[in-house]
């Protein structure tokens, strides 16, 4: 072992790390999937989907249910959205058994993160019973008892970032339960997505530090300055794609023609009309039905123009980057996989705009945004001084 290599908490626990950053990219892929196909509000119920554990397959099933006087069954989107949920609480499972490995070294660690997963779990049904007070305040207790743990732990052994993860997965949970409840509030989805997309990151860090492969390079602390401005800017550019997508504004711009009326330019201008104000007010009260969109053509607008403006900063910073660690011989290969991911993702974002939106455009788009921070992470993970 290394002198820079930490002591795992379990032999296997690089596996199962890797092995749950795999499942989280594919429930964020497969999350995309159901936000494009408009199938989030599927399911009208939380957890259930018309009070069934899979999903119903005739209208007739779900007469009588309350779920149905809020949303008719379709049965090709129901699917998407409890097959969804599935994914997420498999995924749920597999971080809580790394958070158990990690603090089983750890004095009362099993105690505390059980203790906190049985109080989040104990909510569900009283949700479910109407008691949502009840059943929210269980769910922070349990957040709570995780955050301490957190904080009064080190990260010699991984325990304190598997807890925080374990503290997100429970958190994501809740935004996936708001999501439905609340009606596709955009500030909820774009929560969920940047929700899925730290506890990816942080999987990301947890894997390569348990699996002790560091990357030693005399500059390396000034790379790893670089590397986390450029997670700062990717996860902004994530966050505005996220509001684009949860203010239903990827087309407004125009889309599906060849010309030039919708990209670069936007409505047939290099400048339209836009309202920025509006377009990202942020919270609007609850009680609103957002599927399809609220806002106004201008502020549509302002929110595609701000992904736009945006995205060339990033692709920018990212270039370079890529450049300059293209200089440095050992890192030709990740600086080469990281400029390719950059042009990729810009012909992904344009091909979404000037093909108005194909459903597995978008979804690479979304994997796009993964396979970057999975690049930057890891070498922030891996990175080292010389002892």
Same mark, same amino acid.
């Given at each position: 072992m290394s002198p820079t290599a930490r002591p795992a908490p379990h032999r296997n626990f690089h596996r199962l790390a890797w092995f749950a950053l795999i499942m989280t990219a594919s429930t964020i892929m497969f999350g995309a999937f159901v936000r494009l196909s408009d199938a989030g509000l599927s399911c009208p119920d939380w957890p259930t989907c018309y009070g069934r554990a899979t999903w119903p397959q005739h209208v007739a099933e779900t007469v009588g249910h309350p779920a149905a006087d809020i949303r008719p069954l379709e049965t090709h989107k129901a699917w998407r959205e409890q097959v969804h949920r599935f994914l997420a609480g498999a995924l749920g499972i597999e971080i809580l058994t790394l958070a158990l490995l990690a603090a089983r070294r750890r004095r009362l660690g099993r105690t505390a993160v059980i203790t906190a997963c049985a109080l989040v779990a104990t909510g569900i049904p009283l949700y479910m019973m109407g008691w949502h007070g009840t059943a929210s305040g269980l769910a922070l207790l349990g957040e709570i008892i995780l955050l301490v743990a957190a904080w009064? /732990? =080190?990260?010699?052994?991984?325990?304190?970032?598997?807890?925080? &993860?374990?503290? *997100? *997965?429970?958190?994501?949970?809740?935004? +996936?339960?708001? &999501?439905?409840?609340?009606?596709?509030?955009?500030?909820? $989805?774009?929560?969920?997505?940047?929700?899925?997309?730290?506890?990816?990151?942080? %999987? *990301? /860090?947890? #894997? /390569?530090?348990?699996?002790?492969?560091?990357? &030693? %390079?005399?500059?390396?602390?000034? %790379?790893?300055?670089?590397?986390?401005?450029?997670? #700062?800017?990717?996860?902004?550019?994530? @966050?505005?794609? +996220?509001? $684009?997508? @949860?203010?239903?504004?990827?087309?407004?711009?125009?889309? !599906? =023609?060849?010309?030039?009326?919708?990209?670069?330019?936007?409505?047939?201008? /290099?400048?339209?009309?836009?309202?920025? =104000?509006?377009?990202?007010?942020?919270?609007? !009260?609850? +009680?609103?039905?957002?599927?399809? +969109?609220? %806002?106004?053509? @201008?502020?549509?607008?302002?929110?595609?123009? !701000?992904?736009?403006?945006? @995205?060339?900063?990033?692709?920018?910073?990212?270039?370079?980057?890529?450049?300059?660690l293209f200089r440095v011989p050992s890192m030709r290969g990740w600086a080469t996989v990281l400029v390719i991911g950059v042009v990729t993702q810009v012909s992904l974002g344009i091909a979404n705009v000037k093909m108005a939106l194909p459903l597995p455009v978008a979804v690479l788009h979304n994997g796009g945004a993964v396979l970057l921070l999975f690049v930057l992470v890891s070498l922030l993970a891996r990175l080292r001084a010389p002892d």
């Amino acid at each position: 072992m290394s002198p820079t290599a930490r002591p795992a908490p379990h032999r296997n626990f690089h596996r199962l790390a890797w092995f749950a950053l795999i499942m989280t990219a594919s429930t964020i892929m497969f999350g995309a999937f159901v936000r494009l196909s408009d199938a989030g509000l599927s399911c009208p119920d939380w957890p259930t989907c018309y009070g069934r554990a899979t999903w119903p397959q005739h209208v007739a099933e779900t007469v009588g249910h309350p779920a149905a006087d809020i949303r008719p069954l379709e049965t090709h989107k129901a699917w998407r959205e409890q097959v969804h949920r599935f994914l997420a609480g498999a995924l749920g499972i597999e971080i809580l058994t790394l958070a158990l490995l990690a603090a089983r070294r750890r004095r009362l660690g099993r105690t505390a993160v059980i203790t906190a997963c049985a109080l989040v779990a104990t909510g569900i049904p009283l949700y479910m019973m109407g008691w949502h007070g009840t059943a929210s305040g269980l769910a922070l207790l349990g957040e709570i008892i995780l955050l301490v743990a957190a904080w009064r /732990w =080190s990260n010699s052994d991984l325990s304190r970032a598997a807890v925080l &993860t374990l503290a *997100v *997965v429970i958190f994501q949970a809740l935004l +996936g339960m708001w &999501t439905v409840t609340w009606l596709l509030k955009p500030i909820v $989805v774009m929560a969920h997505l940047l929700g899925g997309m730290l506890m990816f990151a942080m %999987l *990301v /860090w947890m #894997a /390569w530090r348990a699996t002790h492969l560091p990357i &030693t %390079l005399a500059q390396a602390p000034r %790379l790893k300055w670089l590397l986390r401005a450029g997670i #700062a800017v990717l996860a902004m550019q994530i @966050a505005l794609g +996220g509001w $684009v997508s @949860a203010n239903y504004a990827a087309l407004a711009c125009g889309g !599906g =023609s060849l010309s030039l009326d919708n990209f670069p330019r936007c409505a047939n201008q /290099w400048w339209p009309q836009q309202n920025y =104000s509006e377009g990202f007010t942020l919270w609007r !009260g609850i +009680g609103v039905d957002y599927e399809g +969109g609220i %806002l106004d053509g @201008a502020s549509r607008i302002a929110i595609q123009m !701000g992904h736009r403006l945006f @995205a060339i900063v990033v692709a920018a910073y990212l270039l370079w980057l890529g450049l300059r660690l293209f200089r440095v011989p050992s890192m030709r290969g990740w600086a080469t996989v990281l400029v390719i991911g950059v042009v990729t993702q810009v012909s992904l974002g344009i091909a979404n705009v000037k093909m108005a939106l194909p459903l597995p455009v978008a979804v690479l788009h979304n994997g796009g945004a993964v396979l970057l921070l999975f690049v930057l992470v890891s070498l922030l993970a891996r990175l080292r001084a010389p002892d």
